[in-house]
């Protein structure tokens, strides 16, 4: 009996007729059984994005619209802090759910980290910032001298940009969004590159910095920009990161942040952190 029940078990396989197995639950199932969402930021302490106030409560434009994402998967949301570097190897090794980190969506960032993207919650571009006293009052006068920017951000990409135009002498790159503001204090750097969010939110705490110039929006790498021009997106959009598997997941949080928009959560969330403005109306090009 058994050696027919086997034999049958590896005929029924090679006819494909082999009992369904059952399938694995994807992230959102993990994060509705679970009750809780596992958020990865890389910013954390830089305004306007994410803070701890004294009582330990977190704080920031990223921390309220993690809050209501939660609120509508109907869980709670556990914020984990960790250096910029690791925030895409951190989620494509599960330990957290979605990336939330003023990280911009592009079409190299996906090629290349291998995850994928939401819609856009918010528009950057960029600015330069020089201290107070500096005698510099255009980009004319940044010849020859150092610009501080943050590693992979596409703040560092328009600042290498302008480099390689001759505009400054040499970008210098540094591992978290604050240390190019700290290099600035003490004369490392002659000025920072820094969108115009994080400006805003840092007036009070560097009041002696003011920007000089227009406003600088991103560029795509030469060898991205076909790619990019194909985009349904505006470059500069920050957007939540997810694992390239989960569909699933992208679609739920898509349907929340067009839900947000219906509702003027979105828009109440950018008014409270001084982040709206005319172009944070349309972040999709259709």
């Known amino acids: 009996m058994k050696l027919t029940r086997i034999l049958y078990l590896l005929c029924g396989v090679a006819a494909g007729i082999a009992p369904a197995l059952p399938s694995h639950a994807d992230t959102?199932?993990?994060i509705t059984k679970a009750g809780v969402i596992h958020v990865g930021t890389g910013v954390m302490g830089l305004k306007p994005w994410m803070w701890q106030e004294p009582n330990g409560d977190y704080a920031g434009l990223e921390a309220d619209l993690i809050q209501a994402i939660a609120k509508e998967l109907g869980v709670k949301a556990d914020i984990v802090t960790t250096e910029w570097s690791t925030l895409i190897p951190g989620l494509k090794s599960n330990r957290w759910d979605v990336i939330i980190s003023a990280m911009a969506k592009s079409e190299e960032r996906i090629s290349g980290g291998g995850i994928q993207f939401t819609n856009p919650y918010i528009l950057s571009y960029d600015r330069i910032l020089v201290k107070k006293d500096s005698p510099a009052q255009s980009l004319d006068d940044m010849k020859g001298k150092v610009l501080g920017s943050t590693v992979g951000s596409l703040?560092?990409?328009?600042?290498?940009?302008?480099?390689?135009?001759?505009?400054?002498?040499?970008?210098?790159d540094f591992n978290s969004f604050n240390e190019p503001f700290v290099a600035l204090q003490n004369d490392q750097v002659?000025?920072?590159?820094?969108?115009?969010?994080?400006?805003?939110?840092?007036?009070?705490?560097?009041?002696?910095?003011?920007?000089?110039?227009?406003?600088?929006y991103f560029i795509p790498k030469p060898e991205w920009k076909d790619a990019q021009d194909k985009a349904d997106y505006i470059l500069g959009g920050y957007a939540i990161g997810v694992r390239k598997e989960d569909d699933r997941l992208r679609a739920k949080l898509n349907e929340i942040l067009v839900k947000f928009d219906k509702q003027g959560t979105r828009k109440a969330i950018l008014e409270k952190y001084g982040s709206w403005s005319p172009e944070q109306e349309n972040l999709l090009k259709h």
């Open 155 to 172: 703040d560092s990409l328009v600042g290498h940009s302008l480099a390689d135009k001759g505009v400054f002498s040499e970008v210098r």
């Open 28 to 30: 959102l199932d993990d």
């Open 190 to 216: 002659d000025a920072v590159i820094i969108d115009q969010h994080t400006f805003n939110a840092q007036k009070v705490q560097f009041a002696g910095l003011r920007a000089i110039g227009d406003p600088l």
